[in-house]
């Protein structure tokens, strides 16, 4: 994807937010309407977004990795657990922002 694509997917996915604002605030017992559960559609999105962006990260990371050890094969194992020390790290972050998307739809 080139930045241009990037900018208006992550504008669009702004504006999206900044729209249906109102409407995650609205208490459905004034209306008389049926209850709009908008801290569960919120915990959704967030967890979408969390393992959108770390399946990103495990592909860069790996990208990165085989590059590098395809210029310099003599320094392969050194590459090769600092890739998993890094992907451990991704993996942690990613789980915590799953536990409080989840957390939050309660």
Known sequence: MSIRSLKVVYTA?????????????QNPSDHGAAPFYGR????????????????????L????????????????GRIF????????????ATFFGLIVCLLMAL
């Open 13 to 25: 996915l702004v504006v999206f937010l900044v729209i249906s604002t109102p409407a995650f605030g």
């Open 40 to 59: 569960s559609i919120a915990a959704g999105i967030g967890t979408g977004l969390a393992i959108i962006g770390a399946g990103i990260g495990f592909g």
């Open 61 to 76: 990371i790996g990208k990165a990795a085989l590059e590098s050890m395809a210029r310099q094969p003599e320094v392969q």
């Open 81 to 92: 657990t600092t890739m998993f020390l890094i992907a451990a790290l991704l993996e942690g």
